[in-house]
């Protein structure tokens, strides 16, 4: 069964690092460009990165840019974001989302994911 289980959110600290998991099963990931997105309370929901099958090519939001670094290992069926610098307005659930890169060339962060996973937390606060 395809699924994506987000891993690794917590509170940390203004400046702090966090890397978030994205475990994937049910399909071979690197047929699948995978997304990370998040929302925070009172706020549409927000692309922040993505990485292109089968891997190399990735994009971010202008607000994560030099901050957050996705990559992915396909032989494991993982996905990861690396988030160093971390600050309040980064606070949100985030979301891995995947869809098959036989429907786009490449991602990018508008692309319509067809599988979620059920978001992980980051809270960052002193």
């Known amino acids: 069964q395809l699924q994506l289980v987000e891993s690794g959110g917590g509170l940390v600290q203004p400046g702090g690092s966090l890397t978030l998991s994205c475990a994937t099963s049910?399909?071979?990931?690197?047929?699948?460009?995978v997304g990370w997105y998040r929302q925070a309370p009172g706020k549409e929901r927000e692309g922040v990165s993505c990485i292109s099958s089968p891997g190399g090519r990735t994009n971010y939001a202008d607000s994560v840019k030099g901050r957050f670094t996705v990559s992915r290992d396909n032989a494991k069926s993982m996905v990861y974001l690396h988030m160093n610098s971390l600050k309040p307005d980064d606070t949100a659930v985030y979301y891995c989302a995947a869809v098959s890169a036989r429907l786009y060339s490449a991602c990018v962060i508008r692309v319509e994911y067809t599988y979620w996973g059920q978001g992980t937390q980051v809270t960052v606060s002193s």
């Open positions: 049910g399909f071979t990931l690197d047929n699948y460009h």
